[in-house]
């Protein structure tokens, strides 16, 4: 496993992060032992670099994982939509209780869309600023799937790290394409920003091609670390392969092909119907004013999830 700095952070990752939402309950809703035995076999791989979310609800699987795997050895990334000084207070009391850990490595602001959104959740930037002098954050930043929230991220030298999305189909850059989000990357790379990657198979859209799709992002020198989902040690042994290899054994890939696929549709979907006008096998509808997959018609295309505005769309 190859491992890199975040930017000019004293950070070290490796360079494939273990994407901790498929075993979440938004997802697969492991168990914390379930969840914590597949953190710890990957960490036992090389992979000591976790990312997760206060929205994900995973913190336990985390701290189970904990018991068997030194706090200073793996690298945790959080996340929240704290926008002012007593939610962002809350988030960092909420992940350190649950986490059972007294720092934070990384605390980044969830899904900011724009110089108008960092500047809305400014408040909480500044406690996150203040807890980093204190030694309780290493390191802040955002998370964003716009090529905007990168962009003003490049104008904030008090920010440290950031999390965009990026695949080879464009796939969840809300305002534009892959090479304009590549340029806002390679800027902040130039501004010695720390960078890891997620969706790298566009959610799992991509799964078809994950080869190619897992290689264009790895092939990205500018950044640091890949984020990707992982829900078995057989998963974990792709990734790490393709990691390190840059590509899948036919022995590992025969046996992935063989797991059930399914739409998954997140509680915040908004019901604008954009899915339903693109599937054309009737795979998708609207009840209740929400997305609701028909499983006997969906072909697993990921058509539906390509043109979600909200991204609540993944087969997984």
């Known amino acids: 496993m190859q491992y890199r700095f975040l930017g000019n952070t004293n950070i070290k990752v490796s360079r494939l992060c273990f994407g901790s939402l498929t075993i979440s309950p938004l997802q697969a809703n492991f168990s914390y032992e379930k969840g914590a035995e597949l953190i710890k076999y990957a960490y036992d791989k090389g992979i ?35 926008y002012s000084k007593e939610t962002a207070k809350s988030s960092l009391n909420k992940a350190l209780k649950e986490l059972n850990t007294d720092y934070i490595d990384i ?14 959740h400014y408040e909480a930037i500044e406690y996150f600023m203040k807890c980093k002098e204190k030694g309780i954050i ?132 908004q019901g604008c119907g954009k899915c339903v006008n693109a599937c054309t096998h009737g795979g998708i509808k609207i009840i209740n004013n929400k997305a609701v997959a028909v499983l006997e018609n969906c072909v697993f295309c990921g058509y539906c999830g390509r043109i979600c505005p909200e991204f609540c769309i993944k087969v997984i």
């Open 138 to 269: 290493k390191a802040i930043g955002i998370s964003t799937h716009n090529i905007k929230g990168v962009k003003a991220f490049n104008k904030y030298d008090e920010l440290d790290i950031v999390h965009p999305i990026i695949n080879k189909s464009s796939i969840g850059i809300q305002d534009g394409n892959k090479e304009e989000m590549i340029k806002e990357i390679n800027k902040a790379y130039r501004n010695n920003k720390g960078i890891y990657a997620m969706k790298p198979l566009g959610g799992g859209h991509l799964i078809k091609e994950v080869e190619k799709s897992f290689n264009y992002v790895k092939n990205i020198d500018t950044i640091n670390s890949i984020a990707i989902g992982m829900q078995s040690k057989l998963e974990i042994n792709a990734n790490i392969s393709l990691i390190n290899e840059g590509y899948i054994p036919e022995r590992i890939k025969e046996k992935i092909s063989k797991k059930k696929r399914k739409l998954h549709i997140a509680d915040w979907c």
């Open 48 to 82: 000591n670099f976790i990312d997760t979310a206060e929205i994900y609800n995973n913190y336990g699987h985390i701290r189970k994982a904990l018991e068997k795997i030194k706090r200073k050895d793996l690298v945790i990334a959080t996340k929240s939509y704290s």
């Open 107 to 120: 605390f980044l602001l969830h899904e900011q869309e724009s110089e108008h959104t960092i500047r809305g």
